[in-house]
DNA sequence: ACCTGAACACCGTTCAAGT
DNA sequence: ACCTGAACACCGTTCAAGT
């Protein structure tokens, strides 16, 4: 079998020598350009132009793999410059998030299952829990409200995928459409609205500032 | 090779004749008892009693046979019954969709890239716009609601996973003890209150409590 | 030390055949 | 009509060997 052409993916560093991190960088790659199902051993390690087992001597399997592609991924996350009140900086902080996972969709839907725990992952943490301190949340809330902005972001990033959003939309339609009108009065007379909300921006931005409404209204009755 | 002998998982129906309800059900119990992976169109049919090829005959293929697992299993979903204020309604709708999905963390993981739309799932979306309606909503912005609790829901049901709760606010935790606290700060004084809000029935009615105070804030503005 | 092919136990699916 | 084994093109990983 003649060895496979490395494609696109590897050939921004196709000559340099082996390690961790560049089996990050170019499984990183793949995983962005074709998707979860071409990231695998064998295919990387034809991508790297290496044996399969050469990869064994840098990641400890499939599953530190993945990991090395996330850590290495989540490197990229630029921290937007801190600045206005309380409720500003937490929304520019989401909207941040938001929108690179938005972009990397395959890395938001790898990261479901494996946390990332790397230093870079906190400083996120870090910003938005001086924010919801200064707003004048003690410890154990603002925890709780950080984790809330955290699911908001990253579920939005996972069910409105943006990749798939018209078939999502008209998937959706249809199956209303083909609902009996007397059992589903509310959800039929919303077949314009409901698909409506299946992805994009707005729909994100709505419930970030639902969600910042109700710490304020937390706040407020104290 | 001897017939593998039939698991517990199929034991239940184990001389019913061959249907696609029959492949859904012993698949969804496969996929609740032993998780994704073992759910594979080989040991299903194996779990059967029969070829591997004989489920084509009744399902479309992998993906298609990932849908029939979830129909069947989203079927099972109980409405609770709709009384008190259209906040009570839609706190009890939220809070028992999300105890189904905790009960079945495996249905909860195949739904995230797959939406449900079979006339059973369009219930609990017809009670949340119902209340929404009452509370004063247009049918856009209900919408745009409804999907918030939507995205809470299986956000929370996704990423706050009970299964391997532990596991998680170990490594949490052991992640926050390595970072330097000069950098830190927050994150550090908070190494108790962060990873326990990594999952829990309290983080998920924290959350649920906020976007509904962020609701009544937007009504009251309006 | 660093790399690797062969082999094993798995996948989903096509195809050509069995009853 | 309903079912199926063999074959193909893939997986991740162990093992025993190459340089």
Known sequence: ???????????????????????????????????????????????????????????????????????????????????????????????????????????????????????GAFRFTERGMQALGEAGFDRAEAAQAFRCLFVWVFGSASFNAETRAEDARRESRAAIARLPPGEYPAVTAAIDELPATLSG????AYGLERLLDGFEARLAER
Not at 79 to 97: F, I, K, M, T, Y
Not at 201 to 204: H, L, T, V
């Open 1 to 119: 079998m003649p060895p496979r052409r490395p494609t696109a993916a590897a050939s921004t560093a196709a000559r340099s020598p082996l390690s961790r991190e560049r089996i990050a960088q170019v499984g990183l790659e793949l995983l962005e350009h074709e998707g979860l199902e071409a990231l695998s051993m064998r295919r990387l390690a034809d991508e790297l132009g290496v044996g399969t087992m050469t990869l064994y001597g840098y990641v400890d399997g499939k599953e530190d793999l993945l990991d090395a592609v996330i850590d290495h991924g989540a490197a990229e996350f630029g921290l937007p410059p801190a600045r206005g009140s309380w409720r500003e900086q937490l929304s520019e902080l989401a909207h941040a998030l938001h929108r690179v996972l938005v972009a990397r969709p395959h890395l938001a839907r790898l990261r479901l299952t494996r946390p990332i725990v790397t230093p």
């Open 201 to 204: 921006e707005e729909q994100f």
